[in-house]
């Protein structure tokens, strides 16, 4: 028979009140009495009725998560959001973006399920009028990462200051001598037209730089696209690539046209994935933090879903400042 907090409760003298504060975390109880009732209620076998907390409380304890995992740097995003709910008692349920199914379908699976909050990862093409309305319909806390809900400015959002991690490569490529540039482009993102207007702005600030910029959509077209770069006349002695597996299409470039990158060819990504420094020479990339990201993002939604009013909160929006990792990839231009 399944031990309940009654069962709890009667073993050691207390209140069922005060087992229910020591299991959930709340309420004023001394901490000693609050570590006793644990300890006793992991040793009698007691596990939570979630189900029938959740008719009590109205709440599900899990939190909707919508994110593509085809990059690592979001699964990592996934690993921290995880790490930050489960202390408090909170289950992600994801959902990955998928052509087979609209995202508003997916929200609606969210709804159905009378998640506490959703965290999502706006793709290309959201129609975020639609998504507003919804969760505001259904009084849905919302935080959005790595980019902003567009046209929703007071929706909650963390990412990073993409246009300064623009500017970051410019000021390294320019201070080694770079005056001739290409950039590799992905398809249309918020983010990464960040990095290309922050990139191009700084050249601006140095006379006689030259700038060819082309995208590369889908991804895995990279390499045919930096092979266009490549072949211009004058050669870029310098490219930035606004995405990292943008980046490893310039390597294969560099490899069939037999330019060797670091001396004759100078190449930097964005987001340093792990496998940068795997690379030969390794990769110079500008680096984020998918751990802080995920990790903010979870806290920002915590303290909607727990609020007695989401409207108390004022709007908040963090975008963390990147930093580039040098390596092997980049470094004087070649003199000719």
Known sequence: MAVVMKDVAERLGVSRTAVSYALSGTGRLDPQTRERIRQAAAEMGYRPNLAASSMQTGRTRSIGVILGLSDPFFATVLSSIHDTLAPRGYMPLLLAPSKREPLLDQLHRLIDRRVDGIILRPPAGLDADIWRTEVEKWHIPLVTIDAPLPTAPHVDYVGTDDKTGGSLVAEHLLANGHRRFGMLLGPWFH??????????????????????????????????????????????????AVTDPLAFGVYQAAQKLGIQIGSELSLVGYSDAPSCSLLAPPLSSVQQSPEDMGEQAARFLLDRVEAQSSDELPPRRLEATPTLIVRGSSGPAEQK
């Open 191 to 240: 983010t990464t037209q960040a990095r290309a207007e922050g990139f191009e702005q700084k050249l601006r600030t140095v006379h006689g730089t030259l700038c060819s910029a082309i995208s590369a959509a889908p991804f895995d077209a990279a390499e045919d696209a930096a092979i266009e770069l490549l072949k211009l006349q004058p050669r870029p002695t310098a490219i930035f």
